[in-house]
Antibody, heavy 125, light 108 residues
Framework: EVQLVESGGGLVKPGGSLRLSCAAS????????MNWVRQAPGMGLEWVSS????????YYADSVKGRFTISRDNAENSLYLQMNSLRAEDTAVYYC??????????????????WGQGTMVTVSS | EIVLTQSPGTLSLSPGERATLSCRAS???????LAWYQQKPGQAPRLLIY???SRATGIPDRFSGSGSGTDFTLTISRLEPEDFAVYYC??????????FGQGTKLEI
């Protein structure tokens, strides 16, 4: 079964750090770009960061650039998000999501086809 | 930055009725990069439609997507009780890489 399972969320004070993990199973993890998407309480979805299969291409939303670092360990089938200098506005459920590319080519279409169940991050004093 | 605006914010319908959800982009979007997701309370989003009109694996054929340029539509032909949820459109662009609409809540 194709599955993504996040962990590492919790309560942290403003200015603190947290590292999220996403364990992948049921597919060839290294062949897929992966993403982090967050959802603040009662709000919509916000893309946070992306990383290609070989970690060559990495992108961040402006809201987290310079504070968050995405990484992956293909040998461990795991995706990570290191979050530093956390702010109250970072409070959200964080989802990892697999990037699906149409026909095997991201130039022909893309969408997030597999999502984890999410892990809650609360930034509060 | 391309902004996606979904309408209506809330749509109140009954089972068996037809639902039409709109997603309008602030500038032209390549249809191959337009997707729709369904999210139920307490659950992760689920991919419904990619490439504006292709159904994802396991998605019933009562869900259909259409549109091009700046106007895209998700249609649910005959609502089932399990279809009441929040729906998001998403596009892929240059910066930020991916943006979502604010969502349409489909309620009974």
């Amino acid at each position: 079964e194709v599955q993504l399972v996040e962990s590492g969320g919790g309560l942290v004070k403003p200015g603190g750090s947290l590292r999220l993990s996403c364990a992948a199973s049921g597919f060839t993890f290294s062949s897929y770009s992966m993403n982090w998407v967050r959802q603040a309480p009662g709000m919509g979805l916000e893309w946070v960061s992306s990383i290609s299969g070989g970690s060559v291409h990495i992108y961040y939303a402006d809201s987290v650039k310079g504070r968050f670092t995405i990484s992956r360990d293909n040998a461990e089938n795991s995706l990570y998000l290191q979050m530093n200098s956390l702010r109250a506005e970072d409070t959200a459920v964080y989802y990892c999501a697999r990037l699906y590319c149409t026909g095997g080519s991201c130039d022909q279409g893309r969408a997030f086809d597999i999502w984890g169940q999410g892990t809650m991050v609360t930034v509060s004093s | 930055e391309i902004v996606l605006t979904q309408s209506p914010g809330t749509l109140s319908l009954s089972p068996g009725e037809r639902a039409t959800l709109s997603c309008r982009a602030s500038q032209s979007v390549s249809s191959i990069y337009l997707a729709w997701y369904q999210q139920k309370p307490g659950q992760a989003p689920r991919l419904l439609i990619y490439g504006a009109s292709s159904r994802a694996t396991g998605i019933p054929d009562r869900f259909s997507g259409s549109g091009s340029g700046t106007d895209f539509t998700l249609t649910i032909s005959r609502l089932e009780p399990e279809d009441f949820a929040v729906y998001y459109c998403q596009q892929y662009g240059s910066s930020p890489r991916y943006t979502f609409g604010q969502g349409t809540k489909l309620e009974i």
